[in-house]
């Protein structure tokens, strides 16, 4: 178990990782807790969920991460998902188009949910060892990371790419939502009559 860092004790995130079926979501979040290859065929998800200590900023900070169904049959249980979860990866496979083009959806269904206009999320292109087979660029992954407010890591969790980075910055940005949505309730408030 890793020290407990600057607070003496280990707070607890709640991460979702979202995406349409087949993108890797199990993949990384397997090669995430385990630092091992998960490489047993598609074997569609319903519901995972996995529990991990992380050290960000010298700060022990336990996951527990919900790896969930990219299939449309599935999609009757987003919304416990989305409630359950403080931050989200939004998963892409760079081979497949469709599952890019529908992150705008997943997003705007986890902001419905949540009732907010911002939720920390991270876009998560994998799949990056398979560069051969692209059909999503870079650029046009950054530019719909930037069109989500979020930032954009490619990965691989084949060869365990970027995947830490992934989680990493996810944990800083619901730290950092946190921090603000905590200075927001402690702010006065004024009523003008």
């Known amino acids: 178990?890793?020290?407990?860092?600057?607070?003496?004790?280990?707070?607890?995130?709640?991460?979702?990782?979202?995406?349409?079926?087949?993108?890797?979501?199990?993949?990384?979040?397997?090669?995430?807790?385990?630092?091992?290859?998960?490489?047993?065929?598609?074997?569609?998800?319903?519901?995972?969920?996995?529990?991990?200590?992380?050290?960000?900023?010298?700060?022990?900070?336990?996951?527990?991460?919900?790896?969930?169904?990219?299939?449309?049959?599935?999609?009757?249980?987003?919304?416990?998902?989305?409630?359950?979860?403080?931050?989200?990866?939004?998963?892409?496979?760079?081979?497949?188009?469709?599952?890019?083009?529908?992150?705008?959806?997943?997003?705007?269904?986890?902001?419905?949910?949540k009732d907010r206009e911002y939720v920390p999320c991270v876009v998560v292109s994998n799949k990056c060892d398979l560069s051969r087979l692209r059909a999503v660029g870079q650029l046009e992954g950054r530019e719909m990371a930037r069109s989500l407010l979020a930032p954009f890591i490619e990965c691989s969790a084949a060869d365990g790419v970027n995947v830490e980075v992934a989680f990493r910055e996810l944990v800083k940005l619901v730290r950092k939502d946190e921090r603000k949505t905590s200075e927001d309730t402690l702010q006065p408030r004024i009523e003008l009559i």
């Open 1 to 113: 178990m890793p020290p407990p860092g600057k607070s003496g004790v280990s707070r607890e995130q709640k991460l979702v990782v979202v995406g349409g079926g087949g993108v890797g979501k199990s993949a990384l979040t397997i090669r995430f807790v385990t630092s091992q290859f998960y490489d047993q065929g598609y074997n569609p998800t319903i519901e995972d969920s996995y529990k991990r200590q992380f050290v960000v900023d010298d700060e022990a900070v336990t996951l527990e991460i919900l790896d969930t169904a990219g299939q449309e049959e599935f999609m009757a249980m987003a919304d416990q998902w989305y409630t359950f979860g403080a931050g989200f990866l939004l998963v892409y496979s760079i081979t497949d188009r469709p599952t890019f083009e529908s992150l705008p959806n997943f997003h705007r269904e986890i902001l419905r949910v």
